[in-house]
């Protein structure tokens, strides 16, 4: 039964009036000496309990899609199949090239009744990074126009927080059920939206995005396999120029590293309550490492950066929850780099970044996704 499921959800209701009318039906008909009594009434109540806390979380959860599978959730899942190497190229290098074969996909629905039915998903194997694992991608309404039947689309990869499924962006952050009418009307520009999937080892471990040797080729993956992906299925534009990386909390120092790591794929970023220091996600290995933890932080990057990187960020956080950081990003910015800080509040949750999405869209449309 998936974890997100209409059924496990339905389930999870009915459970809770179940367990109470039996917790309310065995109490005085439980027999026994005492002790027994005790025990069986007491494991009752935690039944009766248990089903309440299930109820809640499994709302929660869904509401915010923290946990996409039971795997997600156990943390018994891992999407790294082999951690090879990565060979040495920038993980920009447009299409493949004539002695690479493309990396054709199938793509279906997802299984899931909180995204819209115009999302499709496909199961992708990283060639470079050794990384399985879900993509989901959307097109927008002028993609099956005959009239942009020639066109190419600026493209943004959208990466979730930790935990985070490869779903919360077109569920709970509604984020192509915003755009679409934005996009129709031309105040906001086409894009195809890809949502990779940012979860890829057991025990509840966050790579980081990065490429942790002998763990997983995070970057690799996000940054080399899911690109070229898109690349070699849609029409997407191959110039770093129309591509950008978004994400929230995670996925914002996620999206901000990325971006300046490889400004041959990325010329922007978005970062919604984002965070430098990895230490922001205590269960990253980029934060257990002191090598990674230093120089996977974006303020050394920028810092330390031999050309300043012709990248624009834009950076958005509240004050004790991410502000300072991008703050502190724009002191350090050299041009051609350019940093947007935007002060906002509220809770470090996705209703605080959902209602982001338009004006963050808007930017990128002035950004990458002007033609001509």
């Known amino acids: 039964m998936k974890l997100t499921g209409t059924p496990f959800f339905v389930l999870s209701i009915l459970l809770v009036p179940l367990s109470i009318g039996l917790l309310m039906y065995l109490w005085n008909r439980v027999r026994g000496p005492r002790p027994l009594r005790f025990g069986a009434r007491l494991l009752l109540v935690a039944f009766a309990q248990f089903t309440a806390v299930t109820l809640v979380f499994v709302m ?16 018994t899942g891992s999407h790294v199949r082999a951690v090879p190497v990565p060979p040495a190229a920038d993980a920009t290098a447009a299409a ?17 009744k909180a995204v819209p039915k ?38 943004v990869e959208l990466l979730a927080g ?32 890809v949502s ?23 970057e690799t993956w996000l940054a080399r ?17 129309r591509w950008a990386v978004a994400g929230y909390s995670a996925g914002a120092h996620c999206a901000a590293r990325l971006a300046l790591a490889h400004p041959n794929r990325y010329h922007a970023a978005v970062s919604l309550s984002g965070y430098s220091d990895p230490m922001g996600e205590p269960d990253s290995l980029t934060a257990k490492d002191a ?23 834009y950076a958005t956080g509240k004050k004790g929850d991410g502000y300072e950081d991008a703050l502190a990003l724009q002191k350090n910015a050299k041009a051609p780099t350019a940093v947007t800080p935007v002060e906002v509040s509220g809770p470090h949750l996705t209703s605080t970044w959902e209602p982001l999405v338009p004006s963050v869209f808007t930017w990128l449309t002035q950004v990458i996704g002007k033609t001509g």
């Open 162 to 193: 930790f935990p985070g499924s490869s779903s919360a962006w077109f569920g709970s952050m509604n984020v192509s059920k915003q755009l679409a009418p934005l996009m129709k009307s031309g105040q906001i520009a086409p894009f195809i939206l």
């Open 118 to 155: 115009d999302v499709r998903t496909t199961d992708l194997k990283g060639r470079v990074s050794g990384v399985d694992g879900e993509v989901l991608v959307w097109t927008p309404p002028q993609y099956d126009d005959p009239a942009f039947k020639d066109r190419k689309f600026p493209v």
């Open 96 to 112: 493949n090239g004539p002695e690479q074969p493309k990396v054709v996909q199938q793509f279906g629905p997802v299984d899931d």
């Open 291 to 313: 090598h990674l933890r230093e120089v996977s932080n974006p303020l050394y990057m920028l810092q330390h950066a031999q050309t300043p990187p012709d990248v624009a960020l």
């Open 196 to 218: 990779p999937r940012v979860v890829l080892l057991g025990g509840h471990l966050d790579t980081g995005c990065a490429d942790v040797p002998g763990k997983a080729n995070a």
């Open 225 to 241: 396999d899911v690109p070229q992906m898109v690349l070699d299925n849609f029409r997407a534009e191959t110039g770093p120029e």
């Open 60 to 75: 929660v959860n869904n509401d915010n899609q923290l946990y996409g599978t039971w795997g997600d959730l156990l943390g």
